[in-house]
């Protein structure tokens, strides 16, 4: 007959059991990650993407688990294969049977057992913490923490949440003016026909060059925009995706590029469910001249860099190149009209203009 754990009494008992048989030393904070071992750029051994992390009082899950891996310890972590994921998730699955309380992680595990797993190196990451106060050398139990003390978990579906930055205020007190609870990623930000415009970069919509000449055609709309924008004192953003509230090392490309990037803000990343993810917005200040930006540009428009918005200090426009054109927001409508006017063939055939 299958189990079912209709009650919380019943929950109850089979965390005693599980418990029980662990000899362990109950965990205050419990989660499960991917390690960031599939970027294509070098990361530290703290880079993990938490997709779940849980407080005290969801300690059957972590028996589960512990007993799946044979985790008897306090404090560390262990890796977690997809095959022990589904046998937790069986064991698990009985508690479904009580209504009274919700089961995230099951739901959690499900969706993450469903996913594409590498053969190498991509195994989940099981992260036990018996005691916060505790000093760890484990660098995914310092990464748990740092995500559980910021409420990342309890932000919900569709919100932004910001963590201020101690550097950036006023460039954050700009943004938050202009562009209240948006966070500085160029699809995220509102799509007003009023005041947007999107050139594409190349004739015929065409999305990638192929060439020298159609390198140079990319470059040259860019900078065309940006002088007719009134560039001089520009401010460059661009964003990191790490699974930490604590700013790390950037892309090599961003770093060589932009050296002197100042992260100014930490916001909950809202592309991904269920991973936990930030975002690190950084800013650069750029004494602008056709041709200054060309290097950054051209990586976008191979698709090697992504998430970049080109701006004034106060904000009163944005430029966001993508790898095919650029989106731009303009204070008012006569000047997005003025722009468009002026370059009706890098306009898309689209009724949407998309």
């Not at 390198?215 to 065309?224: K, V």
């Not at 056709?290 to 426009?317: F, N, Q, T």
């Amino acid at each position: 007959m299958t189990q079912r754990w209709a009650t919380l009494a019943e929950i109850g008992a089979a965390r005693d059991r599980f418990e029980g048989e662990l000899r362990w030393r109950r965990p205050v904070l419990h989660g499960i990650g991917f390690p960031s071992v599939d970027l294509a750029y070098p990361r530290s051994p703290e880079d993990i993407c938490f997709l779940r992390v849980n407080g005290a009082g969801n300690v059957l899950p972590a028996a589960v688990l512990a007993t799946v891996v044979g985790w008897h310890g306090g404090t560390g972590s262990v890796r977690v294969t997809q095959e022990q994921l589904g046998t937790a998730i069986a064991l698990l699955a009985p508690a479904e049977a009580c209504t009274d309380v919700p089961h995230p992680n099951l739901a959690v595990w499900r969706e993450v057992y469903g996913w594409s797993w590498g053969d190498d190196g991509e195994d989940l990451v099981a992260v036990f913490d018996a005691d916060p106060d505790e000093p760890t050398d484990d660098p995914y139990v310092r990464t748990l923490r740092e995500v559980a003390a910021s409420g990342r978990q309890d932000v919900p579906k569709g919100e932004v949440r910001c963590w201020p930055q101690d550097g950036g205020g006023e460039l954050r007190a700009a943004w938050e003016a202009r562009w209240p609870q948006l966070p500085p990623i160029f699809r995220s930000l509102p799509v007003e026909p009023e005041r947007w415009v999107r050139f594409h970069s190349l004739p015929g919509s065409k999305r990638y060059a192929d060439t020298a000449e159609e390198y140079a055609t990319i470059l040259h709309r860019h900078d065309t925009v940006l002088a007719e924008l009134g560039a001089t004192d520009l401010v460059v953003i661009t964003v990191e995706v790490l699974g930490t509230p604590t700013p790390g090392r950037r892309q090599p490309v961003l770093a060589e590029l932009l050296p002197e990037a100042e992260c100014w803000s930490v916001f909950s990343w809202p592309d991904l469910e269920p991973e936990l993810c930030f975002g690190h917005a950084y800013a650069s200040r750029v004494d602008w001249r056709p041709g200054r930006l060309d290097d950054l540009l051209r990586r976008v428009a191979d698709d090697e860099v992504d998430h970049v918005i080109i701006a004034p200090p106060d904000l009163s426009w944005l430029y966001a190149p993508y790898d095919g054109g650029a989106d731009v927001l303009l204070p008012t409508r006569e000047g997005r009209d003025e722009l468009r006017e002026r370059h009706p063939d890098w306009l898309s055939v689209h009724p949407s203009g998309r």
